[in-house]
DNA sequence: CGCGTATTCAATAGATTACTTGAATAATAG
DNA sequence: CTATTATTCAAGTAATCTATTGAATACGCG
């Protein structure tokens, strides 16, 4: 038989710079920004409050492993997913956090009511509803990513400007609010303010990364 | 609205903690192993060849993230995964792996021939042409191994007992051979040796996590 | 061309991690 | 009870990782 032991060492070596480049908050954070689509480093720096030099860093390490991939477009360096691979293992990520780590779980459950947690809509379900018209999907990412794709149907208020815009909004209607994934909190406070004024609002269980990930249809522009 | 920068921090910095985990080859040896089912430390440390007492610590260490579970037997500490979430990261962390760090691809691949890597059979297909006898499965990991689970109709010859043992399989039917995982290199060798020998031999896909992943049943004893 | 901006590189100090060694705990066997 | 085995703990050193700082590179703009 073959010697076993080298080849089968160089793979989990392999496998574990991976692990090495989840295991920072930081890089995390920008992968689940990039996620959205591609950003460039600044905006990147802007986003998690870290310097910007200290960004590229975290970037080249994302890279090097080929989670992420940069393309040069005049003096800006555009970072997004290298693919749906990394979507897929962040995903993987996060349920075994939620699974194990209970803290995760707890914090999330704390911060918000468990019911919101508890009363979110499948993606999957949603689609057909909203082809039928008895829901409105809402998406509160800022605009430029709802430009980069969103929901078929789906209404962009960004959720900044959505106590101001409420009237947009059907007050008989169901709404169903999601934003970039099931960490990102905008969707929470904007089922949180929209049940506050007196409309059905419920969140998607997973963001757009999700979506897009389980074959689903987006729209651009 | 909400002060978003807490909450989301604190999820990112638990996640980063498993991705910490996931970040030594040891470790990522041990939660292979433990793919297979409950192992002692010492036993552990045999297998990795590194020193009880560090096996010791990077048990520990995956245990303190929840990714596995210690349970006390007489003198012994057994350790296993805590649950699917971690097979199914494990198996995200290869893919990604697979896809990106090209790395990986290239070592399995110059190890072994190509053809043998394409010429797998996907674990969905096995299951009904296990049942109408057009295949015989081999699970070539050793016997413990077998016992604590295995493919239904499994023919269980551990590979250092397969050069022996060859007459035992049918000349003619197809041979699918499996063992620990797309990692796990024992099938190769399997394989390679079964065709060296005129049998018509190939890998199952994965192995016998992944199958339980998947949902497929499974024989004990 | 020179200037401003975006990004990366290089060097550094402080924190974290890995592995070893030797001792401590826990449970069984004689 | 003592000896033995399995596991964990504690301490120490070498190595690695993080974030900061300041400089270098690359590109577009006027």
Same mark, same amino acid.
């Given at each position: 038989m073959s010697n076993h032991v080298n080849p089968k060492r160089a793979v989990f070596e392999n496998l574990a710079r991976i692990g090495t480049a989840l295991s920072s908050a930081v890089r995390l954070e920008l992968l689940e920004l990039l996620a959205q689509g591609e950003r460039g480093v600044d905006e990147l720096a802007g986003l998690t409050g870290a310097s910007v030099a200290n960004t590229s860093q975290h970037l080249q390490k994302l890279k090097q492993v080929g989670l992420i991939v940069g393309r040069k477009e005049a003096q800006y360096v555009k970072y997004r997913l290298a693919g749906d691979e990394v979507v897929a293992l962040f995903h993987s990520l996060g349920m075994a956090g939620q699974a194990y780590l209970t803290d995760i779980e707890r914090i999330v459950r704390l911060y918000f009511t468990a019911k919101d947690d508890l009363e979110t809509v499948p993606a999957s379900e949603l689609l057909e509803r909203v082809k039928k018209g008895l829901v409105t999907v809402l998406d509160v990412r800022p605009s430029e990513e709802f430009a980069a794709g969103h929901v078929p149907g789906a209404v962009n208020i960004p959720i900044h400007e959505l106590q101001r815009r409420l009237?947009?909004? %059907? $007050?008989r209607k169901e709404i169903v609010a999601y934003c $970039?994934? %099931?960490?990102?909190l905008m969707s929470y406070d904007a089922v949180h303010l929209l049940r506050k004024r007196g409309l059905k609002a419920r969140r998607m269980a997973d963001g757009l990364p999700e979506w897009r990930m389980a074959g689903l249809p987006t729209d651009v522009g």
């Open positions: 009237a947009e909004l %059907p $007050r $970039r994934g %099931p960490y990102c």
